[in-house]
């Protein structure tokens, strides 16, 4: 697959290369900086995928930009980033004219999937602003006090037993409240406990 970034954060670039690179081979990779080192990489190569941050589109603005993409082959994925709602984009998607919108501070694991969905031909795009989740439902809030109690700890870096000891309750009530939490969010893997922390504010 070539791909495309056009970020300027530096940190920024490199992570979502790792991230892509976990959901699919990567054949060749250009990186922008600038608006200038994206038209001209839009004008000079052909791509499987381009992943833009909305911040790069420059002085021609998001059309200019978007009618360059048009020139990409027709399987080509094109995808963009930004840090707030912008209309023009969502129509943009809506009109097949993109592939995938998502938000700045999607967590590692919506992005995983989102760009699984983008590289597969799914239209997809990652919402999280205020209480909302990727699909734009509320939170799930159907933890019992106690398993809020033992999410708050697991997410602050409390162990098994140290919870255990904190609430008076045995090693054994504390695993399974943690297996009851991890089925009703959905977790598989230790990271998103933390991103849920963050979307539920326990940190």
């Known amino acids: 697959?070539?791909?495309?970034?056009?970020?300027?954060?530096?940190?920024?670039?490199?992570?979502?290369?790792?991230l892509i690179k976990d959901v699919h081979p990567?054949?060749?990779?250009?990186?922008?900086?600038?608006?200038?080192e994206l038209v001209y990489a839009?004008?000079?190569?052909?791509?499987?995928?381009?992943?833009?941050?909305?911040?790069?589109?420059?002085p021609g603005g998001l059309r200019n930009i978007v009618s360059l993409l048009e020139t990409q082959a027709p399987g080509c994925k094109k995808v963009f980033m930004y840090t707030e709602p912008v209309?023009?984009?969502?129509?943009?998607?809506?009109?097949?004219?993109?592939?995938?919108?998502?938000?700045?501070?999607?967590?590692?694991?919506?992005?995983?999937?989102?760009f699984?969905?983008?590289?597969s031909g799914e239209k997809s795009i990652l919402k999280v602003f205020g209480d909302e989740n990727i699909h734009g439902e509320e939170i799930p809030s159907d933890l019992s006090p106690r398993e809020e109690e033992i999410f708050t700890l697991k997410v602050r870096g409390y162990?098994?037993?140290?919870s255990a000891k904190l609430l008076n309750i045995s090693v054994k009530?504390?695993?399974?409240?943690r297996r009851n939490i991890k089925k009703k969010l959905n977790i598989k893997?230790?990271?998103?406990?933390?991103?849920?922390?963050?979307?539920?504010g326990n940190i």
């Not at 000079?44 to 833009?52: E, K, W």
């Not at 162990?159 to 140290?162: I, K, P, R, T």
């Not at 893997?189 to 539920?200: A, D, I, M």
């Open 87 to 114: 209309r023009e984009l969502e129509d943009m998607l809506e009109t097949n004219k993109l592939d995938g919108l998502f938000y700045e501070q999607s967590s590692l694991n919506e992005l995983m999937v989102f």
């Open 189 to 200: 893997k230790n990271h998103e406990w933390y991103e849920w922390g963050k979307r539920l």
């Open 1 to 18: 697959m070539r791909v495309l970034t056009a970020m300027k954060h530096e940190l920024l670039r490199y992570g979502l290369i790792q």
């Open 42 to 58: 839009l004008k000079q190569y052909a791509f499987d995928l381009i992943v833009i941050d909305v911040r790069l589109a420059g």
């Open 26 to 36: 990567i054949e060749s990779m250009v990186m922008s900086e600038s608006a200038e």
């Open 116 to 119: 699984e969905k983008v590289i």
């Open 159 to 162: 162990s098994v037993l140290d």
């Open 173 to 177: 009530t504390v695993e399974n409240h």
